[in-house]
């Protein structure tokens, strides 16, 4: 048995603690919402983020950080990118107290808002040093209802510690979640960053009344922007193609559980990103990672006409209709 203190209380950290206290684990779930602890410890629900589920009763909600990690040897954080080093602070004063190492992991999937930071150097920036060379990222195609139902799924567990992200990877796998481990913790970073751009556009088109060929238009052309700032920034090539590259883009460009998927459809079927934003009530990290990207498109000289496209109607108030007839009337080109 493991002993894991899940932090943040969302729909995916609620249904990866789930995942973990099932496999007969010792796991914390952490919340800084005591409604939440309260609801999640006396009625084994998560009503908010996941309406329909009974959590596991041996599941332990708190919003004390300290009761949350003592004694546990995984941290795993699941908190939106706005929140990650808010908590990465609180964590870090908490890890002060611990006397022994801890292998510490996210789930997060975004990249810092002006610092363009990826998620486990915005948590390394924040936790005393013995705790920053065995960070872990899950990453792949999952979305949390449909874990929490047990619907087949297979993660990535990415780390340069293959150790640690074995830990995790036996501590998460059941007969219905299979976690791979890779080396590649930047790019893993990465392309779960980038697909969230991609659903937008995807549900976009949808919400436009495209069909799928325009989808997996979308979805292919958008891999070689995934692999062009992938070798640019230092992501193994591989990786694209891995659950945490090309998985994960297929599932988020392609399902109605995406809620970057939701918000495009939104945008499509003619609402204001203000609209779409305050009806999803969950967090929709493609929006600011579209910022993030556009600006790495330009430092790191790489062309992203798809990334482009999102981010003028995401911030340039260019119409829908009016960036996907640019995008078709480009130069033709070959694709090799
Ligand atoms: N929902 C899903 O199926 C999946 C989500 N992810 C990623 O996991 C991350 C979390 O996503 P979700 O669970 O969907 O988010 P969510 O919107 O469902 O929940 C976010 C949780 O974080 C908490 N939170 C927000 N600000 C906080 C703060 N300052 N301090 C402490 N807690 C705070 C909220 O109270 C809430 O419990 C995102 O980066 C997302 O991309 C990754 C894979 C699947
Ligand atoms: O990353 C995800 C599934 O793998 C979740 O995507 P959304 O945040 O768009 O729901």
Redesign the pocket.
């Known amino acids: 048995m493991t002993k894991i203190a899940v932090l ?6 609620t ?1 990866l603690a789930n995942t973990a206290a099932e496999n007969g684990h010792d796991v914390r779930l952490w ?3 005591l409604n ?1 602890v309260e609801e999640i410890n006396q009625q084994h629900t998560n009503s908010k ?1 996941l309406p329909h589920a009974t959590l596991v009763d041996t599941l332990v909600a708190t919003n004390d950080m300290f009761l949350a990690i003592e004694n546990v040897e995984i941290v795993l954080s ?4 706005k ?1 990650v080093r ?2 990465a602070k609180k964590l870090a004063t908490a890890l002060e107290e611990q006397a022994h190492t801890v292998i510490l992991a996210h ?4 990249l810092e808002q002006g610092s363009y930071k990826r998620i486990s150097e915005m948590i390394a920036e924040e936790v005393p040093e013995a705790y920053r060379s065995a960070l872990v990222v899950i990453s792949g195609p ?4 449909d874990v929490i139902k047990h619907d087949l799924t297979a993660v990535s567990i990415g780390s340069s510690d293959e150790s640690a992200a074995k830990l995790l990877q036996k501590a998460l796998s059941n007969e219905t979640f299979r976690a791979y481990t890779n080396h590649d913790l930047l790019g893993s970073e990465l392309f779960a960053a980038l697909k ?1 751009i991609v659903a937008i556009a995807s549900g976009a088109l949808i919400g436009l009344g495209y069909g799928v060929n325009a989808q997996a238009a979308l979805l292919t052309r958008s891999l070689v922007e995934m692999r062009d700032l992938g070798a640019a920034m230092g992501a193994k090539p591989e990786t694209l193609y891995e659950l945490a590259g090309i998985g994960d883009l297929i599932v988020t460009g392609m399902s109605p559980n995406s ?1 970057n998927y939701r918000a495009g459809l939104g945008l499509g079927k003619g609402k204001s990103l203000q609209q779409v934003t305050e009806e999803m009530g ?2 929709i ?1 493609g929006v600011n990672t579209t910022k993030a990207v556009y600006d790495f498109s330009k430092m790191y000289h790489v062309d992203m006409p798809i990334t482009s496209a999102v981010y003028q109607v995401l911030y340039e108030n260019k119409p829908l209709r009016t960036a996907v007839a640019d995008l078709m009337a480009r130069p033709l080109k070959s694709e090799d």
């Open positions: 943040g209380a969302g729909s995916w950290g249904a919340t800084h919402n939440q983020y699941v908190v939106p990118t929140a808010e908590v789930a997060t999937k975004g999952s979305h949390a209802e969230n809620r969950m967090v990290e």
